[in-house]
């Protein structure tokens, strides 16, 4: 449970950190492409607003242009009261031409571009000439103000129910060439009289940001249901592997290496675990201390290979003769160990002189008949009230009697030898 917690940690926690990752760089590209959009159409409103400018600057410096009257184009009415300016000529053939002053030149070039659908222009002021057109909207007052009070170009998106719109608002400064027509007006030559108002319209461009919007999530969600997944298989890679190594590694902290028996630290934990449950259903418990005869003359004679090739087979024995229920021990370097659970003295010292026997039959097989092995056991029963090394230390009492006595042969601590 606790290597799932920590991998489900992990999983987490990198999911987490990928997230903030992924979204902080999808939301950086995000803006900026907004930033560049925004900033391409203000680049554009400026550059209209400087087209403007020099159109008006080249006719006021021409003073003004003069263009042919037919339907629908007529003398401007303002024009014609202002005294001493003409207004209105006549060529060799007799057409009439009529005065367009930059104002006016400036709002027939907005009605065109209004027309085309492409942008409007026109001239605002907070005392315009012509009331009736050039007074401004509340944005366009709001922004005069500001250009009076030193701001240098204002701007905005305007949401309207006509679409949505760019507004853009930069200052037209007054010049001796504009006394002609503004000279009543009592500009100094440098004030701000008005300012020139573009508006943009940016439906598609809106379009096309939403569209972006789309494709950054759906880039996002692609990005991050990939690395999900990875991160997925990665950890349930690692689970599995980490499940394998920590279960090899329960195996080596409880087993020995060479013979696949329990070792010496399990066998001490198990037999606490025997006697507390003989404690509680009083059925009888034994244990068994075997050791194979002469085994340092086996290392001598035929090298530590067959050595622990012979310990192998010992092992293998004593394991097929014992109970499921039984436990087998290697517990010294060829001393092992048996608990003999619901099992009494005499059925454990008839258990253990069948190990005898198998292991003396076996044994031989090793090498072709050049080898032949033998063991001693001692055996004990647990009497009650004693501790774990108190009942193994008999079992190896009657161990070492057996050895005494000859070898090859079973013992308890009382009885000299016990062999069917």
């Known amino acids: 449970m606790r290597k799932q917690g920590f991998v489900t940690t992990f999983m987490v926690t990198a999911l987490v950190i990928v997230a903030l990752v992924l979204s902080g760089t999808f939301l950086w ?25 020099l159109t008006q600057r080249w ?38 031409y ?17 027309e085309s659908g492409l942008f409007t222009v026109r001239i605002t002021s907070l005392k315009p000439v012509n009331a009736l057109k050039n007074s401004p909207d509340a944005f366009e007052r709001d ?7 030193g701001i240098k170009e204002v701007s905005k998106v305007d949401r309207t129910a006509n679409g949505v719109f760019y507004r853009y608002v930069a200052p037209l400064y007054y010049e001796t060439t504009c006394n002609r027509c503004h000279s009543h007006q009592g500009y100094n030559n440098g004030d701000i009289r008005g300012g020139i108002s573009i508006s943009i319209p940016m439906d598609e461009l809106v ?46 902290a409880c087993t020995d290496s060479l013979t696949g028996l329990f070792n010496r630290k399990t066998a001490e934990i198990r037999f606490r675990e025997e006697i507390s449950r003989h404690g509680r259903s009083g059925e009888p418990l034994s244990c068994l201390m075997l050791d194979v005869d002469h085994f340092k003359s086996v290392n001598d004679n035929h090298g530590h290979q067959i050595g622990d090739m012979a310990l192998v087979e010992v092992a293998r024995i004593v394991s097929e003769l014992s ?18 659970t619901n099992t009494s003295l005499q059925s454990a010292l008839i258990i253990a002189d069948r190990m005898r026997i198998k292991v003396e039959e076996d044994t031989a097989k090793l090498s072709d008949g050049a080898l032949s092995l033998t063991i001693s056991c001692g055996v004990a029963e647990y009497c ?28 308890t601590e009382n009885a000299s030898w016990f062999s069917l």
Do not use: W
Request: hydrophobic residues 45%.
């Open 59 to 96: 006719i006021t410096q021409h003073g003004g242009v003069f263009v042919q009257v037919l339907p629908g184009v007529d003398p401007n009415p303002y024009l014609t009261s202002l005294p001493g300016l003409k207004v209105t000529i006549k060529d060799e053939d007799g057409n009439l």
């Open 143 to 149: 922004a005069l103000l500001k250009l009076e009070n």
């Open 323 to 340: 109970r499921q229920a039984d436990a087998v021990f290697r517990y010294g370097g060829e001393e092992f160990l048996i608990l003999l």
């Open 384 to 411: 009650g009230n004693e501790s774990v090394e108190k009942l193994i230390g008999r079992a190896d009492a009657a161990l070492y009697r057996a050895k005494a006595n000859g070898r090859n042969r079973v013992c």
């Open 98 to 114: 009529t005065l367009r002053n930059p104002g006016l030149a400036t709002r027939e070039i907005s009605q065109l571009a209004n």
């Open 29 to 53: 590209f995000y803006l900026r492409t907004e930033k560049l959009s925004m900033g391409l159409v203000h680049q554009q409103a400026q550059t209209l607003f400087r087209q403007i400018v």
């Open 207 to 252: 379009d096309e940001m939403k569209l972006s919007r789309l494709y950054t999530l759906l880039g996002f969600i692609v990005v991050f249901g990939t690395m999900f997944l990875i991160l997925f298989i990665i950890a349930r890679r690692f689970m599995r592997e980490l499940a394998v190594a920590q279960g090899e590694l329960e195996r080596s």
